[in-house]
């Protein structure tokens, strides 16, 4: 069965995330019963098969300035699709996954949607694991 997971959107931060075509209605992280995971946001979207799924796990308390939008880290090559900055689903990559933002690709994807133990689950991880 394919599982659709919705963005969990501050309201409030919305103008930030148009920009990038993000439409709540349109844009999710999508569990595939083929085998595959898809994550839209706005222009931008990453697909992998969920073979490529090493682990998943939750992050919160993000700072404000940094956690709306889609963006690379600054630390590694990571990938965020974010709408709010209470907490998202962290997703890890055996083999990096390319994007429009780095063709060399990314070990990891954060995606803060609104079900976290519901995507955490559908990926193999622990909603439990800190």
């Not at 995971?37 to 992050?59: M, Q, V």
């Not at 939008?69 to 090559?77: E, K, L, P």
Request: proline letters at 5%; one cysteine or more; aromatic letters at 10%.
């Amino acid at each position: 069965m394919t599982q659709r997971f919705d963005y969990a959107v501050d309201r409030a931060y919305l103008p930030l995330l148009l920009p990038f075509g993000f439409r709540s209605s349109k844009d999710a992280v999508t569990v595939s019963d083929d085998g595959t995971f898809l994550a839209t946001f706005g222009f931008l979207k990453l697909g992998t098969p969920l073979e490529n799924i090493t682990g998943a796990h939750i992050t919160r308390h993000y700072r404000w300035w940094t956690a709306f939008g889609a963006r690379g880290s600054m630390v590694d090559d990571g990938l965020s699709f974010g709408t709010n900055h209470d907490a998202g689903v962290c997703i890890h990559f055996a083999e990096k996954v390319p994007s429009p933002l780095r063709r060399k690709g990314h070990s990891a994807l954060t995606v803060t949607v609104a079900d976290l133990d519901g995507l955490t689950r559908a990926l193999g991880g622990d909603p439990a694991a800190p």
